[in-house]
């Protein structure tokens, strides 16, 4: 391998190990990215208004510690059998005081569409973080975390190490045969809408060495033009969100890139790789093969 790939391998990879988390933990405190804080301990009457969090304390064994959760308009949450039966507090993106109230809950976890939510929670002193997955080193934060916040952290330490190890698998495969590809995972096709660096699908393409086409492209939703679809001549196109078929991102433009001509166009999960549970290093996996597929077309 040539020392320019080396370089570039490098940068991919050090990027997780910069210390810089959603939920930190602080003197016995748990400390989210807008200051609120609680106590690092085990709660017993939790509400749930974060999808990643529900799918954690499932995997943990740990649903007897969930109180109620706030639900989402489209996309499920694992495992659904038992989620479509759990108390709601009403929509992930505006939960019910009232009905939170109803719980009597000693911890409550919002998403960051909550935000406002959390203003009347801490008026009423009931203790509340805001969870915020950007990278993959969040995911491995929250599972330590919400193991000292269920009681469970030997599960939560052999799910920890389960997730590193698949990542330290990915990583062996990318050192080996980097994948050296370029495209973007969009969120809807008219107009063309992908995700940009800030987001957690740019960044799992950042890590598997991928060329995102729309990762310095401004706001977290950015537009692709036709002409820079064109420029760029993705090699592949993933569809997620409202996009359920690979048909679907058969536009014209599209049709004149290396991803149409070929047809490497493919759907993802979006309940997985835009969520931060430990579900996403399997749909990483996922993409990953999808990926080396399309290279060696």
């Given at each position: 391998?040539?020392i320019?790939?080396?370089?570039?391998?490098?940068?991919?990879?050090?990027?997780?190990?910069?210390v810089?988390?959603?939920?930190e933990?602080?003197?016995g405190?748990?400390?989210?990215?807008?200051?609120?804080?609680?106590?690092l301990k085990?709660y017993?009457?939790i509400v749930?208004?974060d999808?990643?969090?529900?799918?954690?304390?499932?995997?943990?064994?740990?649903?007897d510690k969930i109180?109620a959760?706030?639900?989402t308009?489209?996309?499920?949450?694992?495992?659904?059998?038992?989620?479509?039966k759990?108390?709601?507090?009403?929509?992930?993106t505006k939960?019910?005081i009232?009905?939170?109230?109803?719980f009597?809950?000693d911890?409550?976890?919002?998403?960051t569409?909550?935000?406002?939510?959390?203003?009347?929670?801490?008026k009423?002193k009931?203790?509340?973080?805001?969870?915020?997955t950007?990278?993959?080193?969040?995911?491995f934060?929250?599972?330590?975390?919400y193991?000292?916040?269920?009681?469970?952290?030997?599960e939560?330490?052999?799910?920890y190490?389960d997730?590193?190890?698949?990542?330290d698998?990915?990583?062996a495969?990318l050192?080996?045969?980097?994948?050296?590809?370029?495209?973007?995972i969009?969120?809807?096709?008219t107009p063309?809408?992908a995700?940009?660096?800030?987001?957690l699908?740019?960044?799992?393409?950042?890590?598997?060495?991928v060329?995102?086409?729309?990762?310095?492209?401004?706001?977290?939703?950015p537009i692709?033009s036709?002409?820079?679809?064109i420029?760029?001549?993705?090699?592949?196109?993933?569809g997620?969100?409202?996009?359920k078929?690979?048909?679907?991102?058969?536009?014209?433009?599209?049709?004149?890139t290396?991803?149409g001509?070929?047809?490497?166009l493919?759907i993802?999960?979006?309940s997985?790789?835009?969520?931060g549970s430990?579900r996403?290093?399997e749909?990483?996996?996922?993409?990953?093969?999808?990926l080396?597929?399309i290279?060696?077309?």
């Open positions: 391998m040539n320019k790939k080396r370089f570039f391998l490098l940068l991919t990879f050090c990027f997780i190990s910069i810089s988390y959603s939920l933990i602080k003197d405190m748990v400390v989210d990215k807008y200051n609120n804080t609680v106590e085990e017993n009457r749930l208004a999808p990643a969090g529900i799918e954690i304390l499932y995997i943990l064994g740990a649903e109180a959760i706030g639900k308009f489209m996309s499920k949450i694992e495992p659904v059998e038992k989620t479509n759990l108390p709601s507090v009403g929509n992930i939960p019910s009232e009905k939170i109230l109803s009597s809950p911890l409550v976890i919002l998403n569409m909550s935000i406002s939510t959390g203003d009347s929670l801490k009423l009931i203790p509340f973080i805001i969870s915020e950007e990278k993959i080193d969040d995911i934060k929250n599972i330590e975390i193991g000292e916040f269920t009681g469970k952290k030997a939560a330490e052999a799910i190490q997730g590193k190890k698949r990542v698998t990915l990583k495969k050192e080996k045969e980097p994948l050296n590809l370029k495209g973007a969009l969120y809807v096709t063309m809408l995700f940009n660096d800030e987001s699908p740019g960044e799992i393409m950042r890590f598997l060495g060329k995102n086409i729309a990762g310095d492209l401004k706001g977290s939703r692709i036709q002409d820079l679809l420029r760029e001549n993705p090699d592949f196109l993933a997620a969100m409202s996009i078929s690979p048909d679907d991102l058969k536009k014209s433009a599209v049709l004149k290396t991803a001509k070929k047809e490497n493919f993802v999960d979006s997985k790789i835009l969520r430990p996403l290093f749909e990483m996996e996922k993409f990953y093969n999808e080396v597929i290279k060696n077309k």
